[in-house]
């Protein structure tokens, strides 16, 4: 653990993502998972099933951050190319890796089609991710992690890494809440941001039961430093004449 922040990015690949047919499920996991492990998910990026996009969301921002990971496009079909696309971004030539020839051949036995066997491709000099659920392996390249789009089977892959990467110290978080409008806290949440270094507070409202209230997310890597300013935010919120909670409403 060091005082250095990690960031990662994330591309999801899917034409059915941005047609709206399927919707994601695995950037809040994600995002929480990198937390746990120290590192920060910085940008995001939807492109479609096209070797160019790919390539271009993968050469900006594998050099922007310590991580990239992506979603999507792994499987045995033809129109699986999250492979030959980040080959093509790292100038690697595609290879079928030995060892996922072997997972795979174990796995489906003569059932091993030359569609199942795409799943054993990768940029040329990769690593392999286990994956528990499936077992055709998620890729590591550099530092490009390249996962399947399924959520339970990259949920799969993201716990066979976990504590392999370099990061930080975790992002910790403590919600403070009331019932008030966001109008009438902001150079409350404004001060505490300002006078707490390192702290971020995120404000977020929700109407319920014919009410406006808030949910004020406060994340800190040091929890004394969480803790002091959750009961500062507090105290500060009853002085102004709204009544707080400490946690979630």
Do not use: C
Not at 88 to 111: E, K, N
Request: net charge negative.
């Amino acid at each position: 653990m060091s005082d250095r922040i990690y960031t990662a990015a994330l591309v999801i690949i899917g034409d059915e993502i941005l047609s709206g047919r399927t919707q994601d499920a695995n950037l809040a996991y994600l995002a929480k998972w990198l937390g746990v492990q120290g590192i920060r998910l910085k940008e995001v990026r939807v492109v479609s099933d096209d070797m160019d996009a790919i390539a271009d969301a993968v050469n900006a921002l594998r050099v922007k951050h310590d991580y990239l990971f992506t979603t999507g496009g792994i499987g045995p079909t033809h129109d699986d190319i999250t492979v030959d696309a980040i080959a093509a971004a790292l100038g690697r030539p595609v290879t079928v890796h030995p060892d996922a020839r072997a997972i795979l051949a174990d796995h489906y036995g003569d059932q091993l089609t030359e569609a199942r066997l795409r799943m054993a491709r990768t940029p040329a000099g990769a690593s392999l991710i286990e994956n528990p659920r499936t077992k055709a392996p998620g890729i590591r390249v550099e530092n490009i992690f390249i996962m399947a789009g399924v959520p339970m089977i990259t949920q799969g892959m993201l716990a066979a890494l976990d504590g392999q990467l370099e990061g930080g110290a975790p992002v910790l978080s403590r919600t403070v809440a009331a019932w008030t409008q966001e109008s009438r806290v902001a150079d409350v949440l404004k001060r505490a941001e300002k006078d707490n270094p390192g702290v971020q507070i995120g404000s977020y409202p929700f109407w319920r039961e014919g009410k406006t209230g808030a949910n004020f997310v406060i994340r800190s890597t040091d929890p004394d430093q969480l803790a002091s300013v959750a009961e500062k935010l507090m105290a500060a919120l009853a002085q102004a004449g709204i009544t707080p909670v400490d946690g979630e409403l």
